[in-house]
């Protein structure tokens, strides 16, 4: 045989006709398809509610102009609401193609959003450690380990919160997030796959200028999340970027700037307006109510920080004082040598000896807190903390939105920690058990009604909230048609059914605060009960009402023609108007 035949080995055993491995699904492969099954089927067991009229009526306004939608809840211009967003875009086209309403997107957006997180979480946890069941513990400490008080609000990753919140925006861009910290990681230890590395060695500015686009579509879907997001971004680039050349500063000015300019390049609304704007903190104040019993399980995760603080702290060069062995003694080598004025070069010299040794210490101490926060995860901890700080102290209280996001970092801390392979030293036994605990308190307590239905509870767990549906009414009303309601329910739903609301439930950029709350006080002096025929009248022909949708506290006007009502919440729906969408002065 010549030496320069290429001979190829026999393949023997079980893969000999295939050539190859068998594939074999990871753990996480495995639960994060069942969490997925599970989660989809918890979702569509339970009536939306919330939010979910506000996201419906975007899309309803969507499939109705995609172009030149209307307010999300009334008849008026939608120009500037950052509910038309890119992925409320996507949701309206596709409701276009396939003539679906705006309940069943949402409903069908759930398991979509679920598959992005759940690639988000395994992408991200893979970039923290090759351990093959820290996603499957990330993922449950992060629906587990909460509180034992229901936290149920948009971008809260609990099973009882992502039961009722899977179809909305934030889970989506959370998902992303999740993603965007993965390849921020992978870039900044040059850890990823690169393809095409440019003559400084680097990897190709296409990869960051992807990442920038990214971050800037996060900003777009859901801005309070890409708060989170930026800082998930410096954390993982300030802890794990090595040889900071201007070469690679400038890669990341360029995400930076790619990010900006995809903001800011929407046309639907400008994102970078909302900075600062008060109109939404009023009603997230009660985001800092109540946190110890909301979030408590999640600080089983603090040692796991403490942890990968420490090791990193003894990995990183300890940092010395310059100098130092020239001041020891009280006498420096200069005040040694003075044969002159001895006094005043020895005063000088013990000045700058103690200046000196001064900016040593503050040295060294910078240098053991750049060791101690340079683990990403701890980093990202301590800056989310600040953020939520920030919005309790400055009354921006937006800002807490991002406190499902901030537990993150222990929560995949103590599930990175709780993968590494056996024997365990004592502590890591210990604070195995006790998540173990808190992961069942956590889930008997709050949780466990998210996915377990009530016909099979032996228990009594407390079930997701079960919000009335308006079909009965909708029926009724004609798409544009503006309604008067008085429930709290049906003023958050309706709009999802494609009417129009006299006062919008929620502030919005599109339309300025003082203009919603004389609406609203329209409204209350519409229903006031004496309120007289002329003044209701005079409503009526402002807002071109023609549905009035009224609970059982309220009784209908004589001037109106009650034409349903619902059995299970005694609601009634009348007619005080003339038929057909109007457009409001």
Known sequence: MSAGLTVRRPTRGATALRGGRIWRPTPFQVFGFLFWLVMSLAYWRVPLCCDAGQHAAVVERLKESLLHPRHPMADL?????????????????????TGLAGWEVLRLAGPLNLVVLLTGIGRLVRALTDRAWAPVLALAAMTLLWGTERAWWSGYLGLMSMAGNLGYPSTFAIGLTFWAWALTGARARNTGRVRYVGPSGLPNLAGYAGLGALYGLILLIHPITSVAAVLGAVAFVAGWQRGWSPEVLGRWALTGAVALLVAGAWPYFDVFALAGDPSVDAMHRRLYDGLGGHFWLAALGLPALWLRAARTARATPSATVPGADGVRGGRSRAGDAATGDAGTGRVRADQVRAGRLRAGRVRVLAGRVRAWVRDPLVLLFLLDCLVVAHGWASGHYTYGRIMGLALVPAQFALAVELAAPRPWPGGRRLLGWLAAAGAC???????????????????????????????????????????????????????GYGADLAAPAWPDASLDERERQRRAADVRAYLAPDSTRARRAAVVRRYHVRWLLLTRWHRAPEEAVVVAWSRRTGEVLARVGPSGPGTTR
């Open 77 to 97: 211009p939608g120009a500037g609401s950052p509910y038309y967003s890119p992925y409320a875009v996507a949701e309206g086209v596709f409701a276009r193609l």
């Open 441 to 495: 308190v956590g889930f008997l307590t709050v949780q466990a009604g998210a996915v377990v239905p009530r016909s099979l509870d032996p228990v009594g767990f407390e079930q997701p909230p079960r919000w009335p549906t308006y079909g009965w009414a909708a029926r009724h009303i004609e798409p544009g048609e503006t309604v008067i309601a008085d429930g709290y329910y049906a003023v958050h739903s309706l709009a």
